[in-house]
């Protein structure tokens, strides 16, 4: 890292230069604007829009990346590791302080509008999925955990984005990262890159979905050039070199989905919480002090395929009612609304618990095997892995349900060109990520384009590659110094 970035952080004076190397590395870096590029030029247009509604220039700008997961899905919420990679799309925002002690928000895409509200008294309104809600999530974050002493500065923001959004690639992530990195930074407070992912990822949480610690974890933590693995509790991230040879296509099904907007996903984080809690109670533990798969197993000192063998002699796969689930856990409903059920999952009346759990558990194996094929380096790697990621689709669409017909169907299409295909991210429409060999990349893409994307009236006039890319892992949040 360059000293100059770290001259520009508050230092302690009396730390070592080896400690002061170390403390910088694990802050967000602030780095210099880039001069020339794509990302150049939407900076500067980001600085236009910001001179019109402010008639100032920004003081600096906070970037956080979006991301593809390549393998673990619906692990995190329940502790288990993930498998990501920053892309190189992602969320800019340009700041700048003022004195009337507002939040000033304003996007360089008409179609989301403005937002101005006191900035010490943020409310977020969870019945609406409003685009600046999650600006306001990463600002009441930082003000509820970044050891702000005192009041929040006025702040006027335009952002821009170029994350497909709704397509499960965590701009919405992204979004809440660089805000809360960007409120951190005008506050001159040191944060980690680790306390930010973990403070990123409960702020989020104030827009009601459950998730997991995923998408912040990779949006701080990503390098350029490897993908991630992401353990929980605590938060660990380890760098892992892709096999050499392989290309990573990532494709928008073009089905939307906002995980904010129903409750399917946090469906899927109940249901796991329940079968996490009737397991417990059939071993006689304290049933309401577990949430989480992971900690169950950890308890228990249970392999992974031994969970799942567990999984089968408890449930059967099919929905139980919710009265059959207070009558495993002897309790009442409100009892279960209370202790264990999200204020958006209390209507409902069925959970699958045995498909749920075994989609968990054979999910969070998988993980662990893709990590050993990568480091084995052996001569077969990109076939076992490949393999792996059609068993997550498969399972992700048959035991979990968050699959869409049109991310089968790119699937399907990948099956004789690809070396494997899954859905990435919550699921339910969003984007496919397949793995193919770098020389078919190629005509992989034009595979698709012929037999999926000719057919999509709204990709008309649309640029392929916003729909259909390969990424690179990138690097993950910075600051850019104006
Ligand atoms: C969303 C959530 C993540 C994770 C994925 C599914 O992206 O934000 O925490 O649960 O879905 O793997």
Redesign the pocket.
Same mark, same amino acid.
Do not use: I, L, W
């Given at each position: 890292m360059m000293p100059e970035i770290c001259n520009s952080l508050p230092w302690p004076t009396d730390v070592s230069g080896l400690l002061k190397t170390k403390m910088c590395d694990n802050l967000p870096p602030i780095q210099a604007r880039p001069a020339e590029g794509f990302q150049s030029s939407r900076l500067n247009s980001l600085v236009e829009k910001f001179a019109s509604e402010y008639s100032s220039n920004p003081q600096f700008c906070a970037r956080a990346p979006g991301r593809v997961?390549l393998i673990? =899905?619906? +692990?995190? &919420?329940c502790g288990y590791a +993930?498998f990501p990679m920053a892309i190189d799309l992602d969320i800019l925002i340009a700041v700048e302080t003022n004195i009337t002690g507002k939040l000033n928000l304003v996007n360089v895409e008409d179609k989301y509008p403005s937002f101005s509200c006191d900035i010490n008294n943020v409310e977020i309104d969870k019945s609406c999925p409003n685009w600046f809600n999650y600006v306001l999530c990463g600002v009441q974050g930082i003000k509820e955990e970044g050891g702000i002493q005192g009041l929040l500065t006025g702040l006027n923001i335009a952002v821009s984005g170029n994350i497909p959004p709704s397509s499960?690639l965590?701009s919405s992530?992204a979004l809440v990262c660089a805000s809360a990195l960007a409120v951190a930074h005008v506050h001159n407070l040191s944060i980690s890159k680790d306390d930010f992912a973990e403070i990123c990822?409960r702020c =989020?949480r104030h827009v009601g979905?459950q @998730?997991? @610690?995923?998408?912040q974890a990779i949006s701080f933590l990503a390098t350029s050039g490897s993908a991630r693995l992401i353990e929980f509790n605590p938060l660990k991230s380890t760098p892992v070199t892709l096999p050499h040879g392989a290309a990573f296509v990532v494709a928008n099904s073009l089905a939307p989905m906002n995980?904010a907007a129903t409750s399917h &996903?946090n469906c899927r984080v109940m249901e796991c919480r329940i079968a996490c809690q009737i397991m417990a109670k059939k071993v006689g533990l304290a049933w309401k002090e577990y949430q989480r798969l992971g900690e169950l197993q950890k308890v228990l000192g249970k392999s992974l395929p031994e969970m799942m063998t567990f999984v089968s002699r408890t449930f059967e796969s099919r929905p139980y009612t919710k009265a059959e689930i207070c009558e495993l856990l002897s309790t009442t409903e409100e009892e279960l609304d209370k202790c264990t059920l999200s204020e958006n999952t209390r209507h409902i009346q069925e959970f699958k618990l045995h498909d749920r759990a075994q989609h968990v558990f054979s999910e969070a194996h998988r993980v662990w095997e893709f990590k050993r094929i990568c480091d084995s380096k052996s001569e077969s790697a990109l076939q076992d892995l490949g393999k792996l990621m059609q068993e997550s689709h498969n399972s992700t669409k048959l035991l979990y349900e968050c699959s869409h017909p049109k991310l089968d169907t790119l699937v399907d299409l990948s099956k004789s060109l690809s070396l494997g295909a899954r859905l990435t991210?919550? @699921?339910w429409g969003g984007c496919m990520v397949a793995m193919v060999k770098e020389e078919d990349a190629e005509e992989y893409k034009q595979h698709l384009i012929k037999e999926f994307y000719s057919k999509e009236p709204s990709v008309n006039g649309k640029e392929i590659n916003s729909v259909l890319f390969s990424s690179l892992p990138s690097p993950g949040a910075c600051i850019y110094r104006f």
């Open positions: 997961n673990g =899905e619906h +692990v995190d &919420y +993930v499960g965590s992530s990822a =989020e979905t @998730g997991g @610690g995923m998408d995980k &996903y991210g919550a @699921g």
